[in-house]
Structure formats: C-alpha cells, structure tokens
C-alpha cells in the first residue's frame, strides 16, 4: 500500500492511498494494524488532497449496486447506523420508541454488514433478502456456538 494523505471528514480520519495502482480509502477507525515495509511509498509529487477525497466519495457514491432498506433501530445507536449509510430516504418514530429508517447503501455487502454490526439494536425490515442473508449468518453462528456434548 503506498499512502498519499490524509484526510478528515464529519469527525473522521480517512487515509487516501494505492494499492498496485488502485485507489484505497481506509477508513483510521478500522486500521487495527499497520506496519513498515522497507520498500518506499510510490507516491505523486504534487497532490491535491481535497480534490482525490472528491473523487473517491463520488465514486464511492455513485457506484456500485445501490440497494434501498427499511430498519427499525435503536435510537441510541440511529447516528452510528446513518454515519454508514449514502442516504437517509426516510425517517419516523417506530413502536416501543425505536425508529424507522429507509437508508440506501452503497451495495447489498454494505447493508449487511452495517446491520450485522449493530446487532440487536438494529433490525432490517425490507427487502426480504436482507433479513434473509442476516438470519443466515446468526443461525450459522448459533450452530458453531451449539451446545457440546
């Protein structure tokens, strides 16, 4: 990986940087290792921080298979859930206090993974696929978890 800056956005640090010649953004919060190589970074000589950061977010934006969910969530955990998301469609109170949340994601893999990380705190409502592929993953859990003999 060679670096090429480093940038902050709505309270988070984000590193722009190469991989074999391909953009990487990696968001400082999620790096839970890093280590130097003897090799030095490739790297431009003039950059334009503002401008790559620019780039990369519409990319990020406008690519992929955009999908479109309805959650419920815990309101203690809505910003968390949103700060993941491309865009909130809607949003209103739910049952018990909880909310409920239209949210488009950059890709199905996205939706997932956001709602899988918030656990019970959150549940997708729609499309069915998703709670399909989340239901999934937690029985599979549960199975490997299983009582022992």
Do not use: K
Not at 1 to 18: E, F, K, S, W
Not at 32 to 55: I, K, T, Y
Request: proline share 3%.
């Amino acid at each position: 990986m060679d670096p090429i800056g480093l940038v902050t956005v709505r309270n988070q640090g984000y590193l722009l940087a190469t991989r074999s010649g391909a953009d990487r953004t990696y968001r400082l919060s999620r790096v839970l290792a890093a280590e130097e190589l003897p090799e030095l970074a490739q790297r431009p000589d003039r950059v334009n921080l503002d401008r790559a950061w620019q780039e990369r977010s519409a990319n990020f934006r406008t690519g992929g298979d955009q999908v479109t969910v309805e959650v419920r969530v815990d309101p203690a955990r809505r910003d968390e859930l949103v700060g993941t998301a491309l865009a909130v469609c809607a949003e209103e109170t739910h049952t018990a206090g909880w909310l409920r949340l239209e949210l488009t994601f950059q890709d199905s893999r996205h939706a997932e993974w956001a709602l899988w990380h918030l656990a019970t705190n959150a549940e997708a409502l729609a499309p069915q696929w998703l709670r399909d592929s989340l239901h999934d993953r937690a029985a599979a859990i549960a199975i490997s978890y299983g009582a022992s003999s």
